[in-house]
């Protein structure tokens, strides 16, 4: 494959990201939706379908593997930066509201995904997948929240040091954490049925893994944390210690069998969270990352996303139901315990609403799926649609639900 | 009190229920796995000079893209069609758009690899009757995610 055809590709898919975001920025939308979307538009769904032979001459298939790598480059490092933003205090702070909102939210939708899986295992799976594999990953995937998109949008609407903006966002963070942990164990389940390393290797492996980055990395990571204290900078040196460690993690939990992405997001977890620290490699890191390499990842996931192929009244009937059963058990479960712990209907609404939220979080999640082969093609297309959807509905149903008006500082609602 | 109470009933039960759904939905039974590439083969070469030799050659390839019951056929590499079928038992049937091309096969599940027989009907080559083939999976590929093109 030609160099000029990869440069090509980047840009295509760069000015589609840019304007389609700018479109959706009009549209009150966070940026990120429209670049999903644009993913969508440069895969078969849209170009594939309306110009074939200009999709097939900038997309050829044997060049995706090349997009591919930098796809992973940029989701292994997008991954560290979502762990960096998990503040395990945000829980701390928030007590029992946000623990039994987060737990709630992971437990209903998971629930009711995996009664769905009863009806959609026999009529989009096959004798492949196991129907425990199978049922494991819809719940996980329904009970995703996209923490970085929900913390994109808080700060947008200048919700985060509201009640609900704190509640919402500590919730978020225990779904990430523990949404990651089931998929892990979903992965691992599958992978160990392939002929690779036994079970209990892969299980103990893992878990003496997530005990040295916790009780033994994570000290050393403190001492990068003084270094930077100590300059007042991130130097060349430092940045390469710390990609180094983002992309020797992934490594050692791709060969236990587990993703590559968990060991970039153990390291993001687990680094010391001082804020000038954190805003620094956020700031090192970020542009790049957001601005390049993410819009590769959705291009490649609108490559692998076929709306053509929902064709016909009960595949739309599938796919109605996969996000009906989804925004139910999210939004529904997120407000019913919002609600009981002593929030307003009108604020536990908006903490439903906000942790319906799946954005990309959700489109690493199927990929994931597709890949290890647990769901199939025309399931991932409707689990993406499910993903735009929830992620576009937010900011609508937001500003509808809890207006500039209600709202009210977090200090002042507490006193 | 009420938080603890909330708390088994809406996180407690739903797990409970998890676990009773998980242990229903193993007996369940999903369609025969047939998705991936089959190396096909006509029974019998067509004539040079025939209709169905432009559109067939005596070997070619079926990526069969499957989710559920619902399959994706791409005949390529000796053929050019793209149909859409369902797969019931161990039956699939198929046809392209413009029903110009209809196939139907049985899926034989063996521990050499699965193999394929059946029959292809080209619509405009009518004095070929029906063309027989057979197939086999002989190497292990998974549903494709991105169709070739």
Request: proline share 4%.
């Amino acid at each position: 494959m030609h160099v000029s055809t990869l440069l090509l590709q980047i840009g295509l898919i760069l000015v589609a990201a840019r304007l389609t975001g700018l479109i959706f920025r009009k549209l009150h939308q966070p940026q990120v939706v429209g670049e999903m979307a644009a993913g969508i538009l440069l895969g078969p769904s849209f170009l594939g379908s309306v110009a074939p032979h200009v999709s097939a001459a900038v997309f050829p298939p044997e060049s995706l593997s090349h997009l591919g790598a930098l796809s992973q480059i940029g989701l292994i490092l997008f991954m560290f930066l979502v762990g960096l933003e998990l503040k395990p205090q945000l829980l701390r702070e928030k007590g029992e509201a946000a623990v039994l909102t987060s737990h709630v939210s992971i437990v209903i939708p998971m629930f009711l995904g995996i009664l769905l899986s009863i009806y959609l295992y026999p009529r989009l799976s096959d004798d492949s997948v196991s129907f425990l594999h199978f049922a494991l990953f819809m719940g996980t995937a329904m009970s995703i929240t996209a923490f970085p998109v929900l913390a994109r949008i808080l700060t947008e609407r200048k919700l985060l040091k509201t009640e609900i903006g704190s509640v919402s966002i500590a919730s978020a963070a225990v779904d990430d954490v523990t949404a990651w942990c089931v998929l892990a164990g979903v992965v691992l389940m599958v992978r160990s049925g392939e002929g690779g390393l036994p079970l209990w290797v892969t299980i103990a492996g893992s878990l003496a893994y997530v005990c040295l980055m916790v009780f033994g990395v994570r000290h050393l990571l403190k001492k990068l944390a003084d270094a930077h204290r100590r300059q007042g900078r991130t130097n060349g040196g430092l940045l390469a210690v710390i990609l180094l460690l983002i992309l020797g993690s992934a490594w050692v939990t791709e060969k236990l069998g587990i993703h590559a992405l968990f060991g970039a997001f153990l390291v993001g977890a687990i680094m010391p969270k001082e804020e000038s620290f954190v805003n620094s490699l956020t700031g090192k890191m970020q542009d790049v990352v957001v601005v390049l390499l993410l819009p590769l990842f959705f291009a490649l996931t609108g490559l692998k996303t076929n709306i053509g192929s929902i064709a016909g009244a009960e595949m739309w009937f599938y796919c109605f139901l996969v996000t009906g059963v989804a925004i139910v058990g999210k939004l529904g479960g997120a407000t019913i315990a919002a609600h009981i712990t002593g929030l307003s209907w009108r604020q536990a609404g908006a903490i439903g609403v906000l942790m319906n939220t799946r954005g990309l979080i959700q489109l690493v999640v199927l990929n994931i799926g597709l890949e290890i082969g647990v769901i199939s093609p025309d399931l991932f297309t409707m689990m993406v649609i499910m993903a735009l959807v929830t992620t576009f509905m937010t900011t609508p149903l937001l500003d509808w639900l809890y207006p500039q008006s209600t709202r009210k500082p977090a200090a002042e609602l507490v006193a | 009190m009420r938080t603890v109470l909330s708390y088994l009933i809406l996180v407690g039960l739903p797990l409970l229920g998890l676990v009773a759904v998980i242990e229903k939905g193993k007996a369940l039974h999903p369609p025969m796995a047939v998705g991936g590439d089959w190396k096909a083969e006509l029974d019998q070469a067509p004539d040079g000079a025939s209709c169905s030799s432009r559109r067939l050659s005596p070997a070619f390839t079926i990526q069969m893209v499957q989710s559920g019951t619902q399959l994706t056929l791409l005949l390529k590499e000796g053929a050019d069609a793209e149909l859409r079928g369902k797969i019931s038992s161990a039956r699939i049937s198929a046809r392209d758009r413009d029903l110009s091309v209809e196939f139907q096969a049985e899926v034989e599940k063996g521990e050499r690899g699965d193999r394929l027989s059946g029959t292809l009907s080209l619509s405009e080559c009518r004095e070929s009757g029906t063309i027989r083939f057979a197939a086999v999976k002989n190497f292990q590929t998974r549903p494709l995610a991105v169709r070739e093109r």
